[in-house]
């Protein structure tokens, strides 16, 4: 059975940083492109930064852009998403997610749809 558990949200000043974590039990988390989706309340579940397999090829949404890093470590079945100079439209629940095995190392998806595996995911709170 495949787990994604995300670790590191919490409560943060805006301007101030976090950096979420998510351990994946996942036999072919190094052929597995991952993403980082966010859905605060009341509104759709968005991508905001997806990787590629190798870590060569990213992703991010244009209001992450430049703040937010997505990083791997594939001897650590880890994905990372460095988030700097928080603001409070960052507010939500961040979740990981994970696709089955991809041939390509440049694969890499914003459709959530394109997922297979998702973990619980971690609130992030940015105050005013």
């Known amino acids: 059975q495949v787990q994604l558990v995300e670790s590191g949200g919490g409560l943060v000043q805006a301007g101030g940083s976090l950096r979420l974590s998510c351990a994946a039990s996942?036999?072919?988390?190094?052929?597995?492109?991952m993403g980082w989706f966010r859905q605060a309340s009341g509104k759709e579940r968005e991508a905001v930064a997806s990787i590629s397999w190798n870590g060569v090829y990213t992703y991010y949404l244009d209001s992450v852009e430049g703040r937010f890093t997505i990083s791997r470590d594939n001897a650590k079945n880890t994905v990372y998403l460095q988030m700097n100079s928080l603001k409070p439209e960052d507010t939500a629940v961040y979740l990981c997610?994970?696709?089955?095995?991809?041939?390509?190392?440049?694969?890499?998806?914003?459709?959530?749809?394109?997922?297979?595996?998702w973990g619980q995911g971690t609130q992030v709170t940015v105050s005013a």
């Open positions: 996942l036999r072919t988390f190094s052929r597995s492109p």
């Open positions: 997610a994970a696709r089955r095995p991809s041939p390509s190392p440049t694969a890499h998806y914003r459709d959530a749809a394109q997922y297979d595996y």
